[in-house]
Structures are given as structure tokens and as C-alpha cells.
């Protein structure tokens, strides 16, 4: 826009120059002519004596002295021309003088006078001496003229130069800030996927991690198991019910952990089931029924007399919620208060609700308490325990259910967890695989293809209580040779194992029954992980069921009894 208006502006100057030019060059042409007009009604008195002639060349005295005051003023800025017209007025004077003797001569009659001063020709020199004043005036305005068109030319050539230079700038300019741009996208593409890749290294860590925890875990608490059937003696007893207490709190942290996992990387499965909520929800509250008369708190549960026998939804998840709010709820209420369950369905929604006589929450730490690995103050570790997952796993799982959590709570008096989630009245009623209560119906040969040494030997053991005979295989390679030379009714297969995982062996297992015609063999995957997908991902792989480790003896037989 600068260039812009800069090019106007040189138009604008060259063409105010030009006036200027013209109009010095016209009024030096008119202050001639008002010259002459001096000069034609001189002699004309001086012939005539008429004094008629006099007009002409008073208003030509007039207009002469006018038009050179008009050059001046139009000249002020210009020294030098301006000293060519004071030298020009000076001789204008001169000549006015003389022509003004010779007519006072004639006025007086004083003929002979005039003609000799007309002779003299002094007049004529001084018209000569204006009139090359003024031709020196004019050139020199049009050499001024000149110099400045050109001065403006070259500037104009500038401006042209300097349009370029900003023309290339300008596109210097756009093209830096395409060139930001673009890389400022790349490089938030690029975070963006460093941060995505650091969620999912952070969640295979977590994974991986809690995969290797509840592996020795699962041997811990299984011969725990073991143990105390065998274990008659008191104090022993105490202890390792001490040490089951501690493991399982371990498994629980390690549960909570994968479930952040699953949940932050997409991974946590709903697995839709028919459930009776009042038998459910019944064992569910009750379990806490030990620890709230150590501390003397009244549990109570009201179940909503409407609510349908049989519901279908996530229970799983549903009870996982509850009793988190229920331990929550333990924890955090002093002795001698109070908790209150409440289920209610209403619209194909499921209302549960914990409310407690506890210590409450600070209006302004509600939400805080809310986010993963968040405890109301530093001190609540200190004096409650807690790792500060539960609440945010809760409300992340309400969230996938499609429900909502909220917290009502006043520091002091007392708090109120309740959530919604979608639930369908359950037409068909078949609940979904019952525990099995009998012991020791089992027969048959097991291969359990297991590569930890602690976790055979508990395996060892809870299939011989089974009633299974077994045989043992250290990876999917030797699975391979084993079932090449045996008929197995089932075969336990573990997931990650050195040489050959437990995919790859079933999917070979599979091609061989195929090749010579065998009947099928039920396969278990055992794994330490079961995240989204992973169903799935056995399944395809010919698997018929899958189990989550820890197993303790009566997981075992109802998965067995199930595919068998
Ligand atoms: P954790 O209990 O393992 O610390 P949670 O996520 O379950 O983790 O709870 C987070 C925090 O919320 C607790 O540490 C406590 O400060 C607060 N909180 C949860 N439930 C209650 C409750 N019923 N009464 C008072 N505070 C609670």
C-alpha cells in the first residue's frame, strides 16, 4: 500500500511541477504582454497625443507590475529565479520611468524632448534586458522542469525496484509463514504421535509390568491356598492368612493398574451378561459386612422392590464399581457411623448409590479427587492408604457403560457416591457360567503347556486335587511334540512363553487335528492379561476359552467343566 500511494504521489508531484512550469511560462508571456501594452499606448499618446492611449498602457502598467508580483510569490522557493525577477522588475522600473518621461514630456507639450528620449533607444535596451532576464528565467524553469522529471523517473524506477524487493519480501513473508505452518503441523503431528506412542509404551509397560507382578502373584496365592488346607496349627494359620490378606490387597492393585491401563489405552472390554441383581449386589454389599462391624458401622442395602429379577449389563464392571465406593466408604467413615446401599431401576437405567457418615470432601477437592493417582491431600495416604486409582477407574468405567458418576459430600458430615448405567430387563434367562460347587467330578489327561517353574508345580498340584492326570510342556514347541504322540481331553496353554507362544502352538495344534482328521481338542489359553481384543485374538487362533491368572482350583474346574 506504501509503494502503492508512493507511485501516486510521484504522478501527483510530476504533473503540480508541470503546472507550476506552465503557469510561470503563461504569466511570463502575459507580464510580457502587459509590457507591450505599456509600450503600444505610449506611443500611441506620443503619436496621436490622444489621451485615449493612455488607458491601454496604464492598465498595461498595472497588469505588468501585477503579473511580476505573481512570479515572485510563485518563485519564493526558488533563490535563483527569484533574484532573475528582482533584476527584471529592477529594469521593468527603468523602462517604466523612461516611458513615463516621454509621456509627461508630450503631456507638457514638450514634443522635441520625448522624441529625443524615444531616440535614445535606452527604452529599448531595457525592454531587451527584461526580455532576456525572462527568456533566462524560463529556460532555466524548464531545465528545473527536466531535472526533476527525471530525478522523478529514476525514483519512480526506485519505487519500481523497491515494489519488486517488496513484492519479494511479500512472498518471502507468505511463504515463511506457510513454511511455519506447515511445519508447526508437522511438528504437532509429530508430538501428537510421540504422545500417543508414550500412552502406549506407558500402557505396555503397565501391562507387562503387572503381567510379570501377578505371575509369581498367582503361584503365591495359589499355594497360599494350598497351604491352608493343610496348615492346622494356629499361629501358622494366622500368618498366612496375614500373607493372603497382603497378596490379595497386591492382586488388587495390580487389577486396578491394568484396568487404568486397559482403560487409557481403549483396550477394557465390556463383557455383557444376565445377572440377578439382588443375589449380586446381596454378596456384594455383604462382603464388607467383617469390616464394618470391626469399626461398629451399620451397613445397610436397599434394593428397590421393582427392580427386575434378571438384568443384562456389564455386572462385572457394575460390582467392581460398588465395591470400590463400599471400601471407599469403609475406609473413610470413622467407627460407630453409618453406610447406606441403595439400588434402584428406573427407565432401563440402574441407580446405585453409597452414602456414608464419613469424613467427607472439601467442596474444592471434589474434582481433584476425581483425576487417576489423586487423594484428597497429601496425608491421606499417610492415614487411609490408597493408591488414589479407584475413583477414577470407576468413573472412567460408569463413563464406557454410558453412565454418569456424581459425588455429593460435605467435609465433616459425611459423603454420597452414586452413578447410573444403562441396563436391559434380561428376557431369556441363563445365567452365565455358575461356579461349581462339587469337587473331584473330573477325569481325564491335561497338557499344560507352561513355561514358569513355580506356576507348574502349583498347576501340579491343583489338577492332581482335580482328579486330571497331565502332562507338562515348557513352551508351544514342545506342546507341538506332545500332542503329535497323545490324545489330551484339554489342553491348558499359556501365552507368553519362550520359542513358541501359545498362539502359535494352538494354531498349529489346529492345522495337525486337521491334517489327520482328529477330533478337536479344547484348548484354554491362561493368560496374566486380558486385555480388549485379546478374547478375540485367542479365539481366532482356535482357542475355546480363556482364563485370567491368578487360577485358584475352583476357577480351573468351572472352565474346564466348561468347554469339556
Ligand atoms: P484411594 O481410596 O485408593 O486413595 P480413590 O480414587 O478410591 O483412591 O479415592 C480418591 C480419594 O477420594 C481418596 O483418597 C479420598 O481422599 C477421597 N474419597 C473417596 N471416597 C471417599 C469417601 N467415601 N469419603 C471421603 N473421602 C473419600
Not at 510530476?14 to 504582454?33: D, G, M, S
Not at 468413573?395 to 447410573?420: H, Q
Amino acid at each position: 500500500i506504501l509503494v502503492i500511494n508512493k507511485f501516486g504521489t510521484h504522478d501527483n508531484e510530476k504533473l503540480k511541477l508541470v503546472n507550476h512550469t506552465y503557469e510561470l511560462i503563461i504569466e511570463t508571456e502575459y507580464f510580457l504582454n502587459a509590457v507591450k501594452d505599456m509600450e503600444t499606448g505610449q506611443r500611441g499618446y506620443l503619436l496621436t497625443k490622444n489621451s485615449d492611449y493612455l488607458e491601454p498602457y496604464n492598465i498595461g502598467s498595472k497588469n505588468a507590475k501585477e503579473s511580476l508580483q505573481k512570479l515572485k510569490i510563485l518563485t519564493a522557493n526558488e533563490p535563483a529565479q527569484l533574484e532573475l525577477l528582482e533584476a527584471t522588475e529592477h529594469f521593468l522600473k527603468l523602462k517604466v520611468d523612461e516611458l513615463q518621461r516621454t509621456i509627461l514630456f508630450t503631456k507638457n507639450k514638450n514634443y522635441d524632448a520625448a522624441l529625443s528620449l524615444v531616440k535614445q533607444n535606452i527604452g529599448k535596451a531595457y525592454m531587451h534586458r527584461v526580455r532576456d532576464l525572462l527568456d533566462q528565467f524560463i529556460s532555466k524553469e524548464n531545465n528545473t522542469l527536466h531535472l526533476k522529471k527525471l530525478d522523478l523517473e529514476e525514483s519512480n524506477q526506485n519505487t519500481l525496484y523497491i515494489l519488486r524487493i517488496s513484492f519479494f519480501v511479500f512472498l518471502t513473508i507468505i511463504f515463511f509463514f506457510l513454511y511455519r505452518s506447515l511445519t508447526q503441523n508437522k511438528l504437532l503431528q509429530i508430538a501428537n504421535t510421540k504422545a500417543q506412542e508414550a500412552v502406549v509404551t506407558k500402557s505396555e509397560f503397565l501391562a507387562n509390568m503387572s503381567h510379570e507382578i501377578r505371575t509369581p502373584l498367582n503361584a503365591i496365592v495359589g499355594f497360599i491356598d494350598l497351604l491352608k488346607a493343610e496348615v492346622k496349627e494356629t499361629k501358622a494359620l494366622e500368618y498366612l492368612n496375614i500373607v493372603d490378606k497382603s497378596s490379595n490387597s497386591l492382586l488388587h492393585i495390580i487389577d486396578d493398574i491394568l484396568d487404568f491401563t486397559k482403560i487409557e489405552s481403549g483396550k477394557l472390554e465390556i463383557d455383557m451378561i444376565n445377572f440377578d441383581p439382588r443375589l449380586d449386589f446381596g454378596i456384594c454389599t455383604h462382603l464388607f459386612d467383617a469390616k464394618c462391624s470391626k469399626k461398629n458401622i451399620t451397613l445397610s442395602l436397599n434394593i428397590d422392590q421393582n427392580i427386575p429379577h434378571y438384568l443384562y449389563t456389564d455386572a462385572f464392571r457394575i460390582k467392581q464399581i460398588l465395591s470400590n465406593l463400599l471400601s471407599n466408604a469403609v475406609k473413610f467413615t470413622p467407627n460407630g457411623g453409618s453406610i447406606t446401599t441403595s439400588i434402584d431401576f428406573i427407565d432401563e437405567k440402574l441407580y446405585v448409590s453409597v452414602k456414608d457418615t464419613g469424613v467427607g470432601i472439601a467442596d474444592n477437592k471434589i474434582d481433584h479427587i476425581i483425576n487417576s493417582f489423586s487423594q484428597e491431600d497429601s496425608s491421606t495416604t499417610r492415614n487411609y492408604g490408597g493408591s488414589g486409582l479407584g475413583l477414577s477407574i470407576s468413573k472412567s468405567l460408569v463413563e464406557l457403560l454410558g453412565g454418569k458418576l456424581s459425588i455429593n459430600s460435605e467435609l465433616g458430615s459425611g459423603s454420597e457416591f452414586s452413578f447410573y448405567v444403562p441396563a436391559q430387563i434380561a428376557q431369556d434367562v441363563s445365567l452365565e457360567l455358575e461356579e461349581v460347587e462339587e469337587e473331584n467330578t473330573l477325569s481325564g489327561i491335561v497338557l499344560l503347556v507352561e513355561d514358569n517353574k513355580t506356576n507348574q508345580m502349583l498347576m501340579e498340584i491343583i489338577l492332581d486335587e482335580l482328579g486330571f492326570d497331565f502332562h507338562i510342556a515348557n513352551d508351544g514347541l514342545e506342546a507341538i511334540e506332545h500332542f503329535k504322540n497323545n490324545v489330551y481331553d484339554v489342553i491348558l496353554m499359556d501365552e507368553n512363553m519362550p520359542n513358541m507362544g501359545g498362539i502359535e502352538a494352538t494354531s498349529h495344534i489346529r492345522e495337525l487335528e486337521e491334517k489327520e482328521q482328529r477330533k478337536l481338542t479344547p484348548i484354554i489359553a491362561l493368560t496374566a492379561n486380558a486385555l480388549k481384543g485379546d478374547r478375540e485374538k485367542f479365539l481366532n487362533a482356535g482357542m475355546n476359552e480363556y482364563q485370567a491368572k491368578p487360577l485358584d482350583k475352583k476357577k480351573l474346574q468351572t472352565v474346564i467343566q466348561k468347554v469339556l
